[in-house]
T-cell receptor, first 118, second 112 residues
Framework: DAGVIQSPRHEVTEMGQEVTLRCKPI?????LFWYRQTMMRGLELLIY????????DSGMPEDRFSAKMPNASFSTLKIQPSEPRDSAVYFC????????????????FGEGSRLTVL | AQKVTQAQTEISVVEKEDVTLDCVYE???????LFWYKQPPSGELVFLIR??????QNEISGRYSWNFQKSTSSFNFTITASQVVDSAVYFC?????????FGTGTSLTVIP
């Protein structure tokens, strides 16, 4: 079975450019999460969706960041304009949820998108 | 406040030694889940285990075992007879009230 698929795996861009990261969750999973990982801050939750609806975007650092989930099989994380401090590995994860705590089923992570902003 | 603490930043062991990775969590919720994830040098995050707050039974899976103790708010992870392939960063996480909280990770190096 296919896992969570992210693209691109690596992205190098210049400051000011728009960056779009893509994610295809595991089929049937109701929850989709975007995380950012840096050495300084570890794993940070940026936003998560339930049934394509954004539930909590309090982790999105600035208005430069936006995320969408137009359907159950696709999500994007966009940074516009990008800055060098956005350099990080961005992970997408999906989860089937759980009955007792709706969004605490195990997270299945993609391989990550490594973003470098020069 | 919800929090996960992995006090051990880095651990090095010689192959075949046993090693325990500590995880201490804080939550006031009575229903929650605890997780361990492995991040090998290749970078992906691999799910290892999920336990709910009502199940304190220890679990063993091959060389891996987990000790969940609510009295000390700990969910420790032991690798028996470590191997070089166990070298990775290991993350403990708490899931509750619609959020996941990750620890800062413990970097394990197994020396041949």
């Amino acid at each position: 079975d296919a896992g969570v698929i992210q693209s691109p795996r690596h992205e190098v861009t210049e400051m000011g450019q728009e960056v779009t990261l893509r994610c295809k969750p595991i089929s049937g999973h109701d929850y989709l999460f975007w995380y950012r990982q840096t050495m300084m801050r570890g794993l940070e939750l940026l936003i998560y969706f339930n049934n394509n609806v954004p539930i909590d975007d309090s982790g999105m650092p600035e208005d430069r960041f936006s995320a969408k989930m137009p359907n159950a099989s696709f999500s994007t994380l966009k940074i516009q304009p990008s800055e060098p401090r956005d350099s990080a590995v961005y992970f997408c994860a999906s989860s089937p949820g759980s009955l007792s705590l709706p969004n605490t089923g195990e997270l299945f992570f993609g391989e990550g998108s490594r973003l470098t902003v020069l | 406040a919800q929090k996960v603490t992995q006090a051990q930043t880095e651990i090095s062991v010689v192959e075949k030694e046993d090693v325990t990775l500590d995880c201490v969590y804080e939550t006031r919720d009575t229903t929650y889940y605890l997780f361990w994830y492995k991040q090998p040098p290749s970078g992906e995050l691999v799910f290892l285990i999920r336990r709910n707050s009502f199940d304190e039974q220890n679990e063993i899976s091959g060389r891996y075992s987990w000790n969940f103790q609510k009295s000390t708010s700990s969910f420790n992870f032991t690798i028996t007879a470590s191997q070089v392939v166990d070298s990775a960063v290991y993350f403990c996480a708490l899931g509750t009230l619609g959020q996941f909280y990750f620890g800062t990770g413990t970097s394990l190096t197994v020396i041949p």
